[in-house]
T-cell receptor, first 113, second 114 residues
């Protein structure tokens, strides 16, 4: 069974700082999604990446998919308190293509004003 | 209603009792999912349904059952609750059963089994 490792587990920074969080696996990802979950709510999709080496940008968020498709990173520029939340990566279970996903344990980000 | 609704919002349940968590979506999505989220363990898939009339087992299906009689509803039943089923339960849906599709999550049900 594919396992997703996310790091760091916790991150506390000041407003305006940059940060990077990581999602790694020993197996190749068929595809990867990043979600953000705010306290008391369900996760919300940020991005889906499929192609090795792919880079996607969403305002101040930059997502990279490793060339070998075994790792991904999320970089936030000039973090704001509104970025606070749990960042989760997810990939299809057993490398499949259906929506049967496994999730990493997440990186809990706190951005202080 | 817009999106996914779950009921109840929270529940305290005695061990051994039967409990059904309700999930309804109004997006006409084909695929639906049930997850549990536990501190230190993340989100884990319990059961899923790729289309009405079909269901499948996820990562942690033991002690849970589901049904998908129609497109909109996907109830999760605990036949005889145990304390280890204390968790936050999320229902989700996607337009089709594809890893490329966005999964839309409900607000969750916080369940405590004593």
């Amino acid at each position: 069974t594919q396992l997703l490792e996310q790091s760091p587990q916790f991150l506390s920074i000041q407003e305006g700082e940059n940060l990077t969080v990581y999602c790694n696996s020993s197996s190749v990802f068929s595809s990867l999604q990043w979600y953000r979950q705010e306290p008391g709510e369900g996760p919300v999709l940020l991005v889906t990446v499929v192609t090795g080496g792919e880079v996607k940008k969403l305002k101040r968020l930059t997502f990279q998919f490793g060339d070998a498709r075994k790792d991904s990173s999320l970089h936030i520029t000039a973090a704001q308190p509104g970025d606070t939340g749990l960042y989760l990566c997810a990939t299809p279970r057993n490398g499949g293509s259906q929506g049967n996903l496994i999730f990493g344990k997440g990186t809990k980000l706190s951005v202080k004003p | 209603i817009a999106g996914i609704t779950q009921a109840p919002t929270s529940q305290i349940l005695a061990a051994g009792r039967r409990m059904t968590l309700r999930c309804t979506q109004d997006m006409r999505h084909n695929a639906m999912y049930w997850y549990r989220q536990d501190l230190g363990l993340g989100l884990r898939l319990i059961h899923y349904s790729n289309t009405a009339g079909t269901t499948g087992k996820g990562e942690v299906p033991d002690g849970y059952s589901v049904s998908r009689a129609n497109t909109d509803d996907f109830p999760l039943t605990l036949a005889s609750a145990v304390p280890s089923q204390t968790s936050v339960y999320f229902c989700a849906s996607s337009e089709v059963a594809s890893a490329m599709e966005e999964q839309f999550f409900g607000p969750g049900t916080r369940l405590t089994v004593l």
